[in-house]
């Protein structure tokens, strides 16, 4: 765990809580000196750019500061640091081309070591990621979630922080003693001493020490003919982790959701709903969570790939440049800090900076601890460590000079440069920068505090942010919802842009990665009660990015009270501290971080590309890890039961398998391993060295063990031929079988003792109710219920074995992936949990045949693709942090929460959305903005340990008008589905869709009330909220939430699970799908992506009245698409796209649109790939004729118009007036 910065003694580190961090490491040498470095995982590909000597790039083999590197159990020996440079990728940050100073070596010392910027590869879709070692856990393993502040009616009554101890099978949290040594490749070079690692054969680091009996099991080739005689398993001295205690098993039931306390059924008053009575406390919460993904027309400030004639590119962010200026006196352009210091140096040097990586204190023992932070009050006091901090100044920095004041604590200003408080909604006062000068490119001069309003201007000028009473803003414009039936725009509904200034505007984060409910933040508790909003945040932390800075300095520089990164968003003092956002200590500026070796200028550190970028990755040092990197891991879990033979998933998955082994996330340590299973459990070894795979068979399934630990784990490229061999053979293999039981919960049992010392990624493939062993399973689906409109039972798992295990493999850094193929019941309720609570994913094919469903077979095969190829992070731990005053609970995801602020992340992908919900502890009068802060620390599949921050800045606001000008309704939206799932779980499903509608009445009746001349009989909204009722009645219709219609329990639940763990932007396609008419197609309006014309069909409303017997229309629900044909359709239309000549001759069940030469052809497919592109799930295509069985599904997905059980939207509407005027 990186210690506080500068911290010289051990004893430093023991005062700061938990943080989140990582670093870098690989096994494979690079060649020192100048030239390209290793393959790179992230980003595009980079060109060579010269820079000053000591300032190379950090190589991408794990390679550490000069010292010796101590295998001690759960830390590592304090490590001095060597350079003091700040390293980058060249070319990645935004430069004015004035300052791009080509690179001369003439004059440099002989021997300095010239070092170029490494070569990522060129961009992918999806890329890879490698993991680290995941010990047990020591001091982590007593895990607690944090006591919440009370929230909305979703909320009442939480259970008291719980503890859980993750049990494990592996005795330490850094390097397990079974483990033996790891053997890794270093380079030597100056910058970076190698670290010396004692070699062992293949297989030794990760041996599992087990005695099995030779007897107790059966050895034999793979052959189609030797599948009968199986023997019994004797001995297995390796047992599973005991159970979690008791009081964890009674405090997280419900399959570990939050025990809310709802209203009886029925349409309660307005004092429950949703979103009111934050009266509640947190219990240990492992939810799923959407954020937002990839957007369409805003860039993020990211890396780009420059000319190799160019050693500096500009990025595309405008206004990144900062006009602050340079120092008045010229520095030199090689600091001090390039040269190597001696370790007493260094250490003296951590002292007075807000840099972490100085390595001059005891390493951590426990993931728990690699991220942490607080704030000042939780520091405890030592010799060693600064005094605590006088009342108001969070920090005793040095003192400033003579004459220049020190800033108040109430004017906290965020961002070098910029405005303390913003303009309000169309407000024309000027920004409150009188001190800054006007941007010129000839200004120059570094500025000081006068930039910054004092404490009077600040008072007097809060109202800035305040609507002026003649002009309102768009969002703010009443709209009669009863009157006005066109409500939803032709144009897809963007994120709403944050009140800031332009500056602050385009430094800030994505919608697509980070995105708050409400853009405007209530200055209170009380405030944001009554509007009766949630509160809350969605994120998409790893989401696929074709350009991210990625920041390769030694230096990575962090508060020293709540360790916040640096970012866009603080403020220098001056040239030597910087204010923290989030706590507002006072920060010293580290030596190395006044050059920026980008521009070749010193004394300019708001110009860091760390400060001008929002989203950034930096490549950590070794205080951010507890042991050296695992290999990528993969185990696949093979049910091979007769269901699963006749269902034929097995051909695809082989083939998938086969097609894609080479593009497996991986360096040349990748391993990987198989496993089947039926009544028992076959093991494979694939050791190098044998002519064919031999087949294990453990028939014990009540004790089970592993037969040979060292070879059902091989080396991917060593074992390769013998895989291929296996994976060729395994599609036949079973095809006589007669086995109808599945022993699921031992077959997990096994794979979680064979991953344990590793950690990584196992993949199950489960075609039924599990029938034997541990976690065996009964039917509990009444299919007569599934269209019951009173209650819905069963929604929460039938045991806690799934849980349990779990928690367990999370422990170990193991993800449990879930593959569910059936056509029967399975209790996807209970098999959910593993996946659930070990931050892996669902995937689910209900009726799923490899010959009688092509196109359920064609999308397993498509997302396999993906699945397999994608970018993983390995071992990772993701924190949280916000302006003091905020505080959050209830977290949404795949995940497992260690402590109030930290979800652990065994296994980290692009697909993952998280949501958590905020309230408002204390007063935010005291500062006109807050700021939000994620921090991703992961083990890339190259065997780097990187941290990926994003920062999102939002305003305060003071005013009930304001709160409402600033509602993200989409966001809004997807954080109630989250809590909606819980509430279902918690409580009841009929609770949960009350409390949906309690949203809708009680914040438009808050509303109503601010709105002077308000007519009784109008059902009045700002723009900002005039989709809200239209989304909860999507979302009252959507298969989680709907009664009255035939729905199956694995259907609903399945549903649940995606709106617990899917980003924003493609839940909301699955909440409220998009409709398009398509058989007009023009290119007016259309996009060019990738050399291909792309038409922009305006969004039709879901409604019958919206489709014409003339016309096509297709229908994008997320992960499925509906192209409904007309009956009088033109012919002309099906003939050029559809392949037919007429309506009749359309078949009833077609799946594909034919490659035609034909303009309407180009145009139709080139709009349906565009849709398709960066989806984590492959959309299933389906034509539906006008008039056939088909459409009945099509149909169900128009929720404007009304259902035998339903409400049409206008009767919605009116039902909403109703409950707002008793």
């Excluded at 040097?349 to 807000?354: E, L």
């Excluded at 990987?672 to 087949?695: A, R, V």
């Excluded at 209970?830 to 996946?835: H, P, T």
Aim: charged share 15%; with cysteine.
């Amino acid at each position: 765990m990186s210690a506080p910065a500068g911290s010289p003694h051990p004893a430093a580190s023991a005062r700061i809580p938990p943080k989140l961090g990582g670093a870098a490491a690989s096994g494979a040498a690079a060649p020192a000196g100048p030239g390209p470095g290793p393959h790179q995982q992230n980003g595009p590909a980079q060109n060579q750019m010269q820079v000053p000597s000591g300032y190379g790039l950090y190589p991408q083999n794990y390679v550490a500061p000069s010292g010796h590197y101590s295998q001690g159990p759960g830390k590592m020996t304090s490590l001095p640091l060597d350079s003091q440079s700040g390293d980058y990728y060249p070319g990645l940050y935004t430069v004015p081309t004035q300052n791009v100073v080509t690179p001369n070596t003439a004059g440099q010392q002989p021997g300095a070591q010239q070092r170029y910027g490494r070569v990522p590869p060129a961009p992918h879709v999806v890329g890879s990621a490698l993991g680290s070692f995941q010990g047990a856990t020591s001091s982590a393993s007593h895990l607690q979630t944090s006591a919440s502040q009370p929230y909305s009616s979703f909320v009442n009554h939480y259970n008291s922080p719980a503890m859980y101890s993750v049990n494990s099978s592996v005795a330490s949290q850094g390097l397990p003693s079974t483990c033996g040594h790891y053997a890794l490749s270093t380079v030597s070079n100056a910058a970076y001493p190698s670290i010396p690692y004692p070699s062992l054969p293949a297989g030794d680091p990760y041996r599992q020490q087990m005695l099995t009996s030779q007897s107790a099991l059966t050895v034999r080739p793979i052959r189609e003919s030797s599948l009968s005689g199986q023997n019994t398993a004797v001995s297995h001295p390796s047992p599973l982790p005991p159970p979690p205690s008791q009081q964890y098993q009674q405090q997280q039931s419900l399959s570990g959701y939050n025990t809310f306390s709802w209203s009886a059924p029925g349409l309660p008053s307005t004092q429950d709903n949703l979103i009111q009575n934050h009266t509640s406390q947190v219990a240990a919460n492992n939810n799923p969570t959407n954020t937002v993904a990839d957007s369409l027309s805003r860039s993020v400030m990211q890396n780009v790939q420059p000319p190799k004639s160019s050693p500096v590119v500009s990025t595309v962010l405008s206004g990144a440049s900062s006009t602050r200026p340079p120092p008045a006196a010229p520095l030199p352009a090689e600091p001090a800090a390039s040269v190597t210091q001696p370790p007493e140096l260094s250490q003296q040097k951590g002292v007075d900076s807000s840099s972490t990586t100085s390595s001059a204190s005891p390493m951590p023992n426990s993931y728990d601890a690699l991220e942490g932070g607080s704030y000042p009050d939780m520091l405890s006091s030592s010799a060693s460590s600064p005094a605590p901090e006088p009342a108001p100044e969070p920090d005793p920095a040095p003192a400033p000079a003579p004459a220049v004041p020190q800033p108040s604590k109430l004017a906290k200003p965020f961002g070098y440069g910029y405005p303390a408080l913003q303009p309000g909604y169309q407000n024309a006062t000027a920004p409150l920068n009188s001190g800054v000068p006007p941007s010129s490119p000839g200004y120059s001069g570094f500025q000081q505090y006068a930039q910054y309003p004092g404490v009077n201007q600040l008072s007097s000028s809060l109202g800035g942010l305040s609507l002026p009473s003649s002009s309102q803003p768009e969002s703010l414009r009443p709209v009669n919802l009863t009157q006005e039936r066109n409500i939803l725009p032709v144009t897809p509904v963007w994120a709403p842009v944050p009140n800031l200034n332009l500056d602050l505007r385009k430094l800030n984060c994505s919608p697509d990665s980070f995105r708050c409910t409400l853009t405007n933040i209530p200055q209170t508790q009380a405030l944001l009660n009554k509007a009766k909003l949630p509160l809350g945040l969605l994120l998409h932390p790893f989401r696929d990015l074709t350009q991210l800075p990625v920041i390769t300095s030694n230096t990575i520089v962090r508060c020293r009270s709540c360790r916040t990164y640096i970012n866009p968003f603080v403020s220098f003092i001056d040239q030597r501290r910087w204010k923290c956002n989030l706590c507002y200590r006072i920060n010293d500026v580290p030596e190395e971080f006044m050059y920026n070796p980008i521009t070749r200028s010193y004394g300019e550190p708001h110009k860091r590309p760390e400060v001008q970028n929002s989203t950034v990755e930096f490549i950590a040092s070794s205080d951010y890890m507890l042991r050296p990197p695992q290999p990528a891991v993969y185990l696949f879990v093979l049910d091979v039961s007769h269901n699963a033979v006749e269902a034929g998933y097995l051909t695809v998955l082989c083939q998938s398998l086969l097609e894609n082994l080479d593009k497996l996330p991986g360096d040349s340590r990748t391993r990987i391993g198989f496993m089947t299973f039926d009544s028992t459990i076959h093991f494979y070894n694939l050791q190098e060295g044998l002519s064919q795979p031999q087949m294990l068979i453990v028939s014990d399934i009540d004790d089970v063990f592993l037969p040979t630990p060292d070879s059902l784990l091989v080396n991917l490229h060593e074992s390769k031929e013998l895989i291929k061999d296996l994976l060729n053979a395994l599609p036949n293999m079973f095809t006589n079988t007669r086995e109808t039981h599945s022993a699921l919960g031992p077959a997990l049992q096994a794979a979680f003792k064979l991953m344990s010392p590793t950690g990584g990624r196992v993949s199950v493939f489960q075609t039924q109710l599990p029938s034997l062993g541990a976690g065996l399973l009964q039917s509990r689906e009444d299919p007569n219920q599934r269209s019951s409109t009173k209650v819905v039972q069963h929604l929460g798992p039938a045991t806690d074995f799934y849980k349990k295990l779990a928690l367990d493999c999370s422990g170990q850094q193991t993800a449990v992936d879930l593959f569910l193929l059936s056509s029967q019941y399975s209790d996807l309720a209970s098999l959910a949990c593993i996946s659930r609570y070990s931050a892996g994913c669902i995937y689910y094919y209900p009726s799923f045949h490899y010959m009688h469903n092509p196109s359920q077979a064609e999308k397993l095969q498509k997302d396999l693709k993906r699945y397999l190829t994608r970018k993983i992070g390995f071992e990772a731990v993701m924190r949280i942090r916000c302006t003091k005053g905020l505080s959050m609970h209830t977290f949404h995801g795949n995940f497992f929460v260690r402590s109030t602020d930290l979800l652990s992340l065994a296994n980290i992908n692009p697909d993952a959305g998280f949501a958590v919900q905020l309230s408002i502890e204390e007063s935010l009068t005291d500062t006109s903005l807050v700021c939000f802060q994620t921090a991703l620390l992961y083990t890339s599949s190259k065997g780097e340990r990187r941290i990926r921050v994003h920062t999102l800045c939002l305003p305060v606001v003071s005013s009930l008008a304001d709160v409402y000008a600033g509602v993200d309704v989409q966001a809004a939206i997807c954080l109630l589905a989250n809590m909606a799932v819980d509430r279902s779980i918690s409580s009841s499903l009929s609770d949960a869709r009350d409390a949906l509608v309690n949203a809708v009445v009680d914040s438009l009746s808050a509303y109503g009330s601010t709105v002077s001349n308000l007519q009784h009989s109008a059902l009045i909204a700002p723009s900002s909220l005039k989709l809200f009722p239209l989304y909860v009645l999507a979302l009252l219709k959507q298969k989680a939430f709907r009664t009255g219609t035939s729905t199956r329990l694995d259907d609903r639940v399945y549903a649940m699970c995606q709106i617990k763990c899917q980003p924003l932007v493609h839940l909301m396609k699955m909440i409220h799908p998009n409709l398009y008419r398509i058989d007009r197609l023009t290119d007016e309006g259309a996009i060019h992506v990738n050399d291909r014309v792309v038409p922009q069909p305006p969004l039709q409303k879901l409604s019958a009245e919206k489709l014409t017997r003339e016309g096509a229309f297709l229908m994008d629900c997320g992960s499925v698409f509906y192209i409904w044909i007309g009956k009088s359709c033109d012919n002309n239309f099906i003939e050029d796209v559809l392949g037919y000549p007429n309506f009749a001759s359309i078949p009833q069940k077609m799946t594909h649109l034919p490659e035609l030469d034909t303009l309407s052809s180009e145009r139709a497919r080139s709009f349906i790939t565009w849709l398709r592109d960066n989806r984590p799930l492959s959309p299933v295509l389906h034509v539906v004729k006008d008039e056939s069985p088909a459409k009945t599904e099509f149909f169900q997905h128009l929720i404007e118009d009304r259902t035998e059980a339903a409400f049409s939207y206008y009767e919605f509407l009116l039902h909403v007036q109703q409950q707002i005027c008793k």
